[in-house]
């Protein structure tokens, strides 16, 4: 029997157990970091760091079922025990019953609402902004029943259920949110997840405890503590000593180090994430004369640089670079011999140089310290390779995303999740069109064509497989030939972890300790 189906079989004679002899045998796991977001508000606080937390303390509507499929290419149901399609603009997710939040309060439909609402995402002025993109075209939410949401787009949207893995489908507790306030709920969240969160300092720690009523079964440590460690050397000696389970972000020049090291596994991951850059495309008060609002030296500088040869030489083999937006776990919408449009040519990129306004002016590229694995690396090549084709690049590295963000700045490092939703949709045109972070927030790089505006409307409004498809490569056409921004390679996390700690997270960045991911699953 698929464990799934058994999980959800056993769940009742779980709910029993729970608090029994099993909680006794409990480890207290402590998870060593490199950083934390400054809120645990499961939207607010999008973020790598942010991530290996949410999914402990909340449940989505619906799951990746990544415990049997490393890949989490099967959906299914988790806090939304059913959906169905009422019209093609309307679709009635149907809730599991009985899931208690951490304060003892049952889930219902208003709770459902609440989290999707346009007070809290995608209003005028939302609570919590950074959702908006995943609630693009949503234009109503409501409790038709105790267990019943309906949720209606401007649009048809045959993928909408797959929005429900992503930060729109955590589901939050309206009348705790409601009474505390936004900020404060980021400081000391509630869910219906296995943990229930006891401290949270954002320079330091998160603290949270097993919440034995947990509805989806035994939970299989009596406490999460993810510290913060900024050095891997520190974390690296915490983890042999004792002090730590799980150690995040290995670099990938010690790996052979770590896996000789007595009583300790490493895990290497291909996760759904791409380290990129953006330019600032912008000109601003603090920036008037921005030479990359030009085009030419925007593909001057994608030319310029060798992709491939800094891929190799850094990863030795663990990774690929990707054509934009040509990702693996699009499905149909994959071509494999796809190439970019801009490759790497320093004649071209030369030709491109002269074609420009550049006078030779110095960018800066601002860097979180040590966020990506093999990030600065790569940009010191990429720095000697521009200078040779005559452009001058400073690195300044920052000690977190908030520096980062400060204007001005020419380059700013990002990734881009592809967003799994069984189509390019959500990271071509959420991550970059009107109602997008690179668009709409303070640390902004550019404004869009009105072709890339009018493409990306034909591409969301599009049904059939092939009218989509046509529609998505040419919105790419489109995000190429503005070229905001550079696709690196995509992303390897490793972990080093406690040999004898049974866990395995899947192909995520996402760190989930419930039975599912611990214990082989069973």
Not at 195 to 209: C, G, I, N
Not at 407 to 414: A, E, I, Q, Y
Not at 424 to 443: C, K, Q
Not at 481 to 490: D, E, F, S, V
């Amino acid at each position: 029997m698929p464990q799934f189906r058994r999980f959800l079989l056993t769940t009742a004679a779980a709910l029993v157990t729970a608090g029994g002899a099993f909680a006794q045998d409990r480890p207290d796991l402590v998870i060593a970091v490199d950083n934390l977001w400054p809120t645990m508000d499961p939207v607010i606080g999008i973020s790598t760091s942010g991530a290996r937390v949410h999914s402990n303390i909340f449940d989505t509507l619906v799951r990746r079922n990544r415990w049997e499929d490393p890949d989490g290419t099967e959906l299914v149901p988790w806090l939304a025990e059913s959906w169905e399609r009422l019209s093609p603009n309307v679709w009635q997710i149907n809730l599991r019953e009985g899931v208690p939040f951490h304060d003892g309060h049952i889930m219902d439909a208003e709770d459902v609402a609440f989290s999707m609402s346009a007070e809290r995402l995608w209003g005028e002025e939302p609570l919590a902004p950074r959702g908006t993109r995943y609630a693009r075209g949503i234009i109503r939410v409501e409790a038709t029943g105790p267990l019943t949401v309906e949720v209606e787009t401007s649009y048809p949207d045959p993928n909408f259920i797959y929005r429900l893995v992503t930060p729109l489908g955590f589901v939050l507790p309206a009348h705790y949110y409601q009474e505390v306030g936004t900020d404060a709920f980021g400081q000391m969240p509630m869910g219906t997840g296995p943990y229930r969160m006891v401290s949270f300092d954002p320079s330091v720690s998160v603290v949270a405890e097993a919440f034995d009523d947990y509805w989806g079964g035994d939970v299989p440590a009596d406490s999460l503590t993810f510290q913060i460690v900024p050095e891997f050397s520190t974390r690296f000696a915490g983890l042999v000593a004792g002090e730590f389970d799980v150690v995040v972000s290995v670099p990938a020049d010690q790996i052979g180090q770590v896996e000789g090291t007595p009583g300790v596994t490493v895990m290497t991951k291909s996760i759904e994430n791409y380290p990129m850059f953006a330019f600032n495309m912008l000109e601003t008060e603090d920036l008037p004369d921005n030479p990359l609002t030009d085009v030419n030296l925007r593909q001057a500088m994608v030319a310029a640089v060798d992709r491939v040869s800094i891929t190799d030489a850094i990863w030795g083999g663990a990774t690929f670079v990707p054509a934009p937006f040509n990702f693996p776990e699009y499905g149909a919408y994959y071509d494999p011999d796809r190439q970019p449009r801009i490759t790497y040519d320093p004649d071209r990129a030369r030709e491109l140089l002269a074609a420009s306004d550049y006078a030779g002016e110095e960018l800066s590229w601002h860097i979180v310290r040590g966020f990506y694995p093999n990030y600065e690396i790569a940009a010191e090549f990429m720095v000697e390779q521009w200078r040779e084709v005559g452009i001058n690049v400073a690195i300044e590295i920052k000690d977190n995303f908030s520096l980062a963000y400060e204007r001005p700045f020419h380059l700013l490092n990002m990734s881009m999740s592809s967003e799994f939703s069984g189509d390019p949709y959500r990271p071509l045109w959420m991550d970059w069109g009107p109602e997008s972070s690179r668009v709409r927030a303070a640390h902004r790089t550019w404004e869009a064509s009105e072709r890339f505006y009018e493409l990306g409307e034909a591409f969301e409004q599009a049904q059939e497989f092939e009218e989509r498809n046509a529609a998505y490569l040419a919105l790419v056409e489109e995000w190429e030939n503005i070229t905001p921004g550079m696709y690196l390679w995509r992303n390897v996390v490793s972990y080093a972890v406690d040999a004898d700690l049974d866990w395995d997270p899947g192909n995520s960045a996402v760190t989930i300790f419930d039975s599912l991911y611990m214990g082989g699953g069973e």
